[in-house]
């Protein structure tokens, strides 16, 4: 049972257009994390939030966690094909270290 | 190299056989953790070490699911009398383990995992 919610589960764009994956939860997060996995890679950290309302920024991809810590989202602008992969967030619990992973977005920029 | 090593890649068994599969943390992390991805799915926590000892097993799915870190380095997750649902891949992560409170945990370095299939 995955408490985090994504979405879309699938999105396909045209190379420079812009796009934008939820992730959402009913539960209180300490920090939420977003990663990238490649096919037959483990996934790879993009950037961690930590205080409700932050906005974070990596190059074309902003990130921002929800006032109450229940939500996020990513936006990237201007896609391009090397963003393809499968985006998955992961919330921190408050005294441990488990990750919740959510349930993924698989993004496919066409050239 | 100094990334989190996972062997096999690829296991292929019979149900009914047992499986181990090992990871190799990052030299020095204190914790290692162990998830299970299921196709087209996000990870899903099975358990977690605090070197040797396992602090949390929550989400192993039955007593068929077992883990161990003896030495607290070199982890075997060990799969027996294995059944088709638990075809899936295995990933494994290490951090440096410091809880700092509010604010976020040590990142977890994860592995390319291990893709089991059962038959």
């Known amino acids: 049972t995955q408490l985090l919610e994504q979405s879309p589960q699938f999105l396909s764009i045209q190379e420079g257009e812009n796009l934008t994956v939820y992730c959402n939860s009913s539960s209180v997060f300490s920090s939420l994390q977003w990663y990238r996995q490649e096919p037959g890679e483990g996934p790879v950290l993009l950037v961690t939030v930590v205080t409700g309302g932050e906005v974070k920024k990596l190059k074309r991809l902003t990130f921002q966690f929800g006032d109450a810590r229940k939500d996020s989202s990513l936006h990237i602008t201007a896609a391009q094909p090397g963003d393809t992969g499968l985006y998955l967030c992961?919330?921190?619990?408050?005294?441990?270290?488990?990750?919740?992973f959510g349930t993924g977005t698989r993004l496919t920029i066409i050239p | 190299g100094a990334g989190v090593s996972q062997s096999p890649r690829y296991k292929v068994a019979k149900r009914g056989q047992d499986v181990a599969l090992r990871c190799d943390p990052i030299s020095g992390h204190v914790s290692l953790f162990w998830y299970q991805q299921a196709l087209g799915q996000g990870p899903e926590f099975l358990t977690y070490?605090?070197?040797?000892?396992?602090?949390?097993k929550s989400g192993l799915p039955s007593d068929r699911f077992f883990a161990e870190r003896p030495e607290g380095s070199v982890s075997t997750l060990k799969i027996q009398r294995t059944q088709q649902e638990d075809s899936a891949v295995y990933l494994c992560a290490s951090s440096l383990g410091v809880y700092r409170g509010y604010g976020g945990n040590q990142p977890q370095h994860f592995g390319d995992g291990t893709r089991l299939s059962i038959l």
């Open positions: 070490f605090q070197n040797e000892a396992q602090l949390d």
């Open positions: 992961a919330g921190e619990g408050f005294g441990n270290e488990k990750l919740t």
